[in-house]
């Protein structure tokens, strides 16, 4: 289960990081969705790369963002984001109003790299991409070592089978974490 929860997570936070955020040892990251499934990815690769990482999003995310490798959490419904002025790279998956604050957090020569689309926010002296995830079988053989080696852990939040697969995904019931579809019993 954990390949299947890997390959898209794993490969958005690596390229985000390392290929479009050219991220450093030393450098300070900000992670949006820091709990989430791309951002607890992302959240373990700068740490192991030596970056300082500083995770967002909700209140109740603050633990598993935590566990994943973050250094700090900001809650973004009760904390200022301001609070984190002067990162190297922003890894944001909200885009929107979040994008717009974080471009302001970045210090010169720092990058804002996005998921969420093309968008108008620049970092003063700095660089702003959005990029689409591209498989990489290099890429993902990294990854996938790491897993192995238990350098890097997966976030699955949901296991279901196959025949209860719709009702899963309409279920209203928020899950955290990487849902999983079993295709055999």
């Known amino acids: 289960?954990?390949?299947?929860?890997?390959?898209?997570?794993g490969l958005t936070a690596w390229q985000g990081l390392f290929e479009h955020g050219r991220l450093r040892a030393g450098q300070t990251v900000?992670?949006?969705?820091?709990?989430?499934?791309?951002?607890?990815?992302?959240?373990?690769?700068?740490?192991?790369?030596?970056?300082?990482?500083?995770?967002?999003?909700?209140?109740?995310?603050?633990?598993?963002?935590?566990?994943?490798?973050?250094?700090?959490?900001?809650?973004?419904?009760?904390?200022?984001l301001?609070?984190?002025?002067?990162v190297d790279l922003v890894f944001d998956i909200?885009?929107?109003?979040?994008?717009?604050?974080s471009a302001g957090l970045i210090r010169s020569g720092g990058m804002l790299v996005t998921i969420a689309g093309p968008t108008e926010a620049r970092p003063v002296n700095g660089?702003?991409?959005?990029?689409?995830?591209?498989?990489?079988?290099?890429?993902?053989?990294?990854?996938?070592?790491?897993?192995?080696?238990?350098?890097l852990r997966t976030y699955i939040g949901k296991t279901?089978?196959?025949n209860d697969a719709v009702a899963t995904f309409n279920s209203a019931d928020r899950v955290r974490g990487k849902t999983i579809i079993r295709v055999r019993p």
């Open 127 to 151: 660089s702003t991409i959005d990029f689409v995830v591209v498989a990489d079988p290099n890429q993902l053989n990294e990854i996938v070592q790491r897993l192995r080696e238990g350098r």
């Open 1 to 9: 289960m954990d390949g299947a929860a890997l390959v898209m997570s």
């Open 160 to 162: 279901s089978s196959l």
């Open 30 to 80: 900000l992670v949006h969705g820091a709990a989430g499934i791309v951002g607890s990815m992302a959240t373990q690769l700068a740490r192991a790369a030596g970056a300082y990482v500083i995770g967002t999003g909700r209140a109740d995310g603050r633990k598993t963002a935590l566990d994943f490798g973050a250094h700090e959490y900001i809650d973004l419904e009760n904390e200022k």
């Open 94 to 101: 909200f885009g929107g109003d979040i994008t717009n604050q």
């Open 82 to 86: 301001q609070d984190a002025a002067g």
